[in-house]
């Protein structure tokens, strides 16, 4: 019987890990940003690079205003975050620098929850980006 739990214990550690994403590589691409305000949907867009780079292209203002910075997926053995560096304001939107938890990351939708500031400071940190993929 304790050999049973243990095999049924191994099969679902393996599923687990199985069935993780590989979000390093997964979350290359053009995101369209989800805005809750009356600013058009697709205003703006992320696209993550396999370098390590993060383009924001905003279109919401009328202009089109890019923002170059830096991405980091760290991936530990129960929770994913994204960490994002030298970014830069928009007209309408704040920089995204921070550390940011992935709540969501299915098929084409992403949605992340920044959890802590550059400062490391997690007291008015949160920012929710939901996002999906553009064709």
Do not use: H
């Amino acid at each position: 019987m304790k050999i049973r739990k243990i095999l049924v214990l191994i099969g679902v550690i393996a599923l687990f890990f199985s069935s993780c994403k590989n979000v390093p590589e997964e979350i290359i691409g053009t995101w369209t940003f989800q805005t809750f305000d009356n600013t058009p949907q697709g205003a703006v867009t992320w696209t993550f690079k396999d370098d390590g780079q993060l383009i924001r292209v905003s279109t919401a203002s009328g202009d089109i205003q890019f923002d170059s910075c830096n991405y980091v997926v760290d991936k530990s053995m129960l929770k994913t975050q994204i960490t994002i560096s030298n970014s830069k304001m928009l007209t309408g939107f704040d920089d995204v620098n921070g550390i940011y938890r992935i709540d969501k990351f299915k098929n084409d939708i992403l949605i992340m929850t920044r959890i802590r500031l550059s400062d490391d400071e997690a007291a008015g940190s949160y920012l929710r980006c939901e996002m999906i993929r553009k064709n």
